[in-house]
C-alpha cells in the first residue's frame, strides 16, 4: 500500500437517513474514517461530482433502494488517486480518474482499481461523461437504434442528460428537436446545432409537431412524463422508438390525464410497427468501457461539449464542498440549471 501518512484520519460524506420529497430533508452529512485500501482497492480524493436526477427522486420514492437507513447517495465523480492497494500496478499516484459508484457524494472514495477510468486531466468536464454521457450515448443506439436522417426529439435538452442527447444524434446525421423551457436554453440549444427547438412555455410541442413534422418522429428521448409524454407517443413515425429514461418519467406518470388503456395502448404500437422501451443504465454495463473510449476523446478534440453548471454564473454560488452537493441538488430540482449541475470538492 502507498503511503496515506498525508491523508485525513475521518471525511465527509452524505448519506440518506430516510424518506421525505426534498432531498436536503433526506439526507445528513456525517464525518466517517477514512481506512487504508485493500490489496486491489485505490482511495480517490473526489475533485468534481455530478448532480442526477435519480439521486433526488430516490429520496422520496419507496421500493426504489433495498438498503437499509442509512446508505450512502450519489453515483459520480472526478478524481485523483490518493493511495494504491498493493496490487494495483495500473495506476499512479495523483493520476486523474474517473468513477460510477454508490457513495460519490464524499470527500474520498475507495473503489476498485479496475472501476475506475483514467481521463487525460482533471477537469469538470469529463463528469458530465459518465452517467449522463453514457445514458445518453448507449440509450440512443442500443435501445433507440438511431440512425442518420431520422427525426430525433429531445426532451429536457439543456439538461446535463439533454445536452449530450443533442450532439450524440447531430453526431449521426440526424434531424435534432430539442425541447426546452426558457429563451436562454433555447440560445444554448441553437449553439449546439439543434435543427429545431421547441420553447414549451412559448409554444405547444404538439401542435409544432403536427404543423411541422406531420409523418412524425423517429425517436424520442422521453424524460419528462405527464402530458408530454401523451403528446410524444401521438406524434411517434411509423416504426418510431420511444425510449423512457428510469425513474425520471415514471415518477411522473401519475400527472397523465386520460391516458389511453392498454389495449388502446398496444393497437397503435402494433398498428403502426412502434414501440416504447424503458432504459437504465446499469442494464447496458457491459457497454460501458467502448463508449466511454469513444467520449472521452470527443470531448478532448472538440467534437463533444459539455456545459458545467456549478451555480457560480446562474445563481452567484459556487456549489463547493459535500454542502454543496445539497445546494446543487435543489438547483437541479427547481429546473433552473442549464448543463451538467457540478459541485466542486474543495
Known amino acids: 500500500m502507498a503511503d496515506t501518512e498525508d491523508l485525513p484520519l475521518t471525511y465527509k460524506m452524505l448519506m440518506v437517513h430516510k424518506l421525505a420529497q426534498k432531498f436536503q430533508e433526506a439526507v445528513k452529512i456525517e464525518t466517517v474514517t477514512l481506512t487504508s485500501p485493500g490489496p486491489d482497492e485505490i482511495i480517490v480524493k473526489n475533485r468534481y461530482v455530478g448532480i442526477n436526477a435519480i439521486d433526488i427522486f430516490i429520496t422520496p420514492i419507496k421500493n426504489i433502494v433495498s438498503k437499509k437507513y442509512p446508505y450512502p447517495v450519489g453515483l459520480e465523480s472526478v478524481g485523483e488517486v490518493v493511495a494504491l492497494g498493493t496490487d494495483v500496478d495500473c495506476l499512479e499516484l495523483g493520476q486523474p480518474v474517473a468513477y460510477i459508484g454508490m457513495g460519490a457524494y464524499s470527500e474520498f472514495m475507495t473503489v476498485k482499481g479496475r472501476e475506475v477510468i483514467p481521463i487525460p486531466e482533471l477537469k469538470p468536464e469529463y463528469v458530465g461523461l459518465l452517467v449522463s454521457g453514457l445514458t445518453a450515448s448507449i440509450g440512443l443506439d442500443k435501445v433507440g437504434d438511431l440512425k442518420a436522417g431520422e427525426k430525433v426529439i429531445i426532451t429536457a435538452a439543456a439538461g446535463g442528460l439533454g445536452q449530450i442527447c443533442v450532439q450524440w444524434a447531430k453526431n449521426y446525421g440526424c434531424h435534432v428537436i430539442a425541447i426546452c423551457s426558457s429563451e436562454?436554453?433555447?440560445?444554448?440549444?441553437?449553439?449546439?446545432?439543434?435543427?429545431?427547438?421547441?420553447?414549451?412555455?412559448?409554444?405547444?410541442?404538439?401542435?409544432?409537431?403536427?404543423?411541422?413534422?406531420?409523418?412524425?418522429?423517429?425517436?424520442?428521448?422521453?424524460?419528462?412524463?405527464?402530458?408530454?409524454f401523451l403528446t410524444l407517443l401521438n406524434?411517434?413515425?411509423?416504426?418510431?422508438?420511444?425510449?423512457?429514461?428510469?425513474?425520471?418519467?415514471?415518477?411522473?406518470?401519475?400527472?397523465?390525464?386520460?391516458?389511453?388503456?392498454?389495449?388502446?395502448?398496444?393497437?397503435?404500437?402494433?398498428?403502426?410497427?412502434?414501440?416504447?422501451?424503458?432504459?437504465?443504465?446499469?442494464?447496458?454495463?457491459?457497454?460501458?468501457?467502448?463508449?466511454?473510449?469513444?467520449?472521452?476523446?470527443?470531448?478532448?478534440?472538440?467534437?463533444m461539449k459539455v456545459h458545467v453548471d456549478n451555480g457560480q454564473q446562474s445563481i452567484g454560488v459556487l456549489f463547493s464542498g459535500v454542502e454543496g452537493i445539497i445546494k446543487g441538488a435543489e438547483h437541479l430540482h427547481n429546473d433552473v440549471s442549464i448543463g451538467k449541475v457540478v459541485v466542486e470538492m474543495l
Not at 440560445?187 to 409537431?209: F, H, P, Q, S, T
Not at 428510469?246 to 402494433?270: G, Q, R, T
Request: hydrophobic share 40%; proline share 3%; glycine share 8%.
Open 184 to 228: 436562454e436554453e433555447a440560445a444554448y440549444l441553437m449553439a449546439l446545432g439543434c435543427d429545431r427547438v421547441i420553447n414549451d412555455k412559448e409554444e405547444k410541442v404538439g401542435d409544432v409537431l403536427k404543423e411541422e413534422y406531420a409523418d412524425g418522429v423517429d425517436v424520442v428521448w422521453e424524460t419528462v412524463g405527464g402530458e408530454v
Open 235 to 303: 406524434n411517434l413515425a411509423i416504426k418510431g422508438r420511444m425510449i423512457i429514461i428510469e425513474c425520471i418519467a415514471s415518477n411522473m406518470m401519475d400527472e397523465v390525464k386520460n391516458s389511453p388503456n392498454i389495449n388502446e395502448l398496444l393497437e397503435k404500437l402494433n398498428s403502426n410497427s412502434q414501440c416504447v422501451r424503458g432504459f437504465s443504465l446499469f442494464h447496458y454495463s457491459e457497454y460501458i468501457p467502448a463508449y466511454l473510449g469513444q467520449l472521452i476523446p470527443m470531448l478532448k478534440c472538440g467534437k
